[in-house]
């Protein structure tokens, strides 16, 4: 038995050099970089590691990581054999700082309640007494009038101060109750949020010897994500666009982002690297199937009256298929379409921002400047006074493409007035970008029915109708201007109706659409006139409309 346990005892440092030791570290982020739909976050930490196997699980991490985007790297003399991602349903988030501010201000408002609440009791208590003290000086007799009228007035005027100051007390201790229970009701939702489970990543190291060793973590995590917009900003027609990039920045991944570098990418992690690879096409006969009759006569419901003529027969010749209650052709089973990958060749960029910011987790969206820009622009106005009274400035700027925009929200500024909100849309954008820098009240334009508005006349089995418009172009501002005014005649889808341009002051016809076009250069104060008239021929007895 003693030998047995000399031997036991022997053998316990052999089994403690094989065993794992677990250690929890703790980590702080470092830099984050924020996509258009995930975010990076890279993290720092410091491990002691011991002689063999060490097991290293950083914790207070969140849920929403993605397990595959998991990354561990490290500088020291140690070998990294694994890592895996966990979910801890034991243990909680750690309280943000939202939550904890919350909490101190909650603390501090239910203490200031206490305090009006017995401040209030006071009052209650000296009300009684002096209403005891009023009780024992009526029972007295022999009271001179004199001295009962100051005595009356005494009273008067505590009771009158008494119930001021209770009146203020409950509306005092109303209004903080109602702020203890908004409080209350976002720290309720800010705490289901933080009693979530944690997720935790585990490494496993071996290490020759016992050493300190430096490890950088990285991952993606969901809820994160940042939406471009913009701030355009012109002083006058005569200087640069100025264009402010921004980014809304949201997270909700139950982690804070304290003290941050960030980077915005227009990247996608989630999208393939993979190349695409063509698949041969096989090409067959298509052979019709038979159609039935309840099925024909389906398919012509759906067929336009125009089209209804078409026999069953005509279209029988390709395969039906029911779609959204209708037949169709069927495509072949194997087209090229089958096979056909979309892929964007358009490069992701990354844009780095100079300061840290805080950036908690949460429902709110914070606002990231990242770039500025001072544009050359031509300006130029845009109205068409048959549609709208008010003349439309737009900005234009050459070679924008290498500005590497996104599609967002702008914000407008003229002449230092906020003017309202538009939308940027790059996928339309040819060489030349146009902003709208919205309306301009100092270009007056007006357009007047002519005198001679309405002219029937009848020729032979056919009656001409004709349409006058006086239209007034006035430039009220201190600077000259270049604008463009547009207008249109109806154009005529049939042959029995005849349309014919009268007068038109020089505008640029556009026949296949009957769009008229003015250029006009307008100085200070100048003012130009145009004149449309048109006549329009058809057969009597029809009925058309000219408005």
Not at 156 to 175: C, F, G, Q
Not at 182 to 204: D, F, H, K, W, Y
Not at 285 to 290: M, Q, S
Not at 316 to 335: I, L, N, R
Request: charged share 25%; hydrophobic share 35%; with cysteine.
């Amino acid at each position: 038995m003693k030998k047995n346990l000399i031997l036991f005892i022997a053998l316990i440092p052999f089994l403690a050099l094989g065993q794992e030791k677990e250690n929890r570290i703790s980590s702080s982020i470092n830099q984050v970089t924020v996509f258009l739909n995930q975010a990076q976050i890279n993290r720092t930490a410091k491990a002691k590691l011991k002689s063999g196997n060490n097991t290293l699980i950083f914790e207070e991490l969140p849920t929403q990581i993605n397990p595959q985007s998991i990354q561990v790297s490290g500088k020291g003399n140690f070998t990294i054999l694994s890592v895996s991602f966990q979910i801890n349903y034991l243990k909680t988030q750690e309280k943000n700082n939202e939550v904890k501010k919350l909490e101190t201000s909650l603390t501090s408002l239910n203490k200031n309640i206490k305090i009006k609440e017995a401040l209030r009791e006071v009052i209650t208590a000296e009300e009684t007494m002096l209403k005891a003290n009023q009780t024992v000086s009526g029972s007295q007799t022999g009271l001179k009038v004199a001295e009962l009228r100051e005595a009356t007035e005494f009273y008067r005027l505590r009771l009158t101060d008494i119930k001021t100051r209770m009146v203020n007390a409950n509306a005092e201790i109303d209004s903080l109750k109602k702020e203890s229970k908004q409080l209350e009701n976002q720290l309720s939702n800010l705490r289901a949020v933080a009693s979530a489970p944690t997720g935790e990543i585990i490494v496993n190291t071996t290490a020759p010897a016992e050493m300190q060793a430096n490890l950088e973590l990285s991952y993606l995590v969901f809820n994160a994500g940042w939406i471009p917009t913009y701030d355009i900003r012109a002083k006058d027609i005569n200087s640069l666009i100025s264009l402010t990039c921004k980014a809304n920045v949201f997270q909700n991944t139950g982690e804070d982002w304290n003290n941050v570098m960030l980077t915005l990418s227009t990247g996608n992690p989630t999208q393939s690297g993979s190349k695409p690879e063509l698949n041969p096409w096989w090409l067959d006969y298509n052979y019709p199937r038979p159609v039935s009759q309840s099925q024909s006569q389906s398919f012509m419901n759906s067929v336009p009256l125009k089209e209804k003529s078409r026999k069953v027969e005509e279209v029988s010749d390709e395969k039906m298929v029911m779609m959204d209650g209708y037949f169709a052709a069927e495509a072949a089973p194997a087209s090229a379409a089958d096979f056909a990958y979309q892929h964007d060749a358009m490069t992701s960029t990354e844009f780095s921002v100079d300061i840290p910011y805080d950036i908690p987790s949460g429902e709110k969206q914070h606002t990231v400047e990242y770039k500025k820009h001072e544009l050359p622009a031509s300006y130029i106005y845009y109205a068409v006074r048959k549609l709208d009274k008010d003349a439309f400035l737009m900005a234009r700027i050459a070679n924008w493409n290498n500005l590497n925009l996104l599609s967002g929200e702008t914000n407008l500024f003229f002449e230092g007035t906020y003017v309202g909100k538009s939308y940027l849309d790059v996928r339309k954008m040819s060489d030349t970008l146009e902003l709208s820098l919205g309306r301009d009240k100092g270009i007056i334009i007006t357009r007047v029915k002519g005198k001679d508005l309405l002219s029937k006349q009848l020729l032979g089995s056919s009656q001409k109708e004709t349409r006058n418009w006086d239209i007034a172009v006035r430039n009220t501002k201190k600077q000259a201007i270049n604008i463009v005014v547009e207008d249109q005649i109806p154009v005529s889808t049939n042959k029995e109706i005849e349309v014919e341009a009268v007068e038109i002051s020089q505008a640029q016809l556009q026949k296949e659409t009957g769009k008229l076009t003015w250029n006009l250069n307008l100085q200070p104060g100048e003012s130009k006139a145009m004149k449309l008239q048109y006549n329009v021929k058809y057969p009597k007895g029809k009925t058309i409309i000219l408005e």
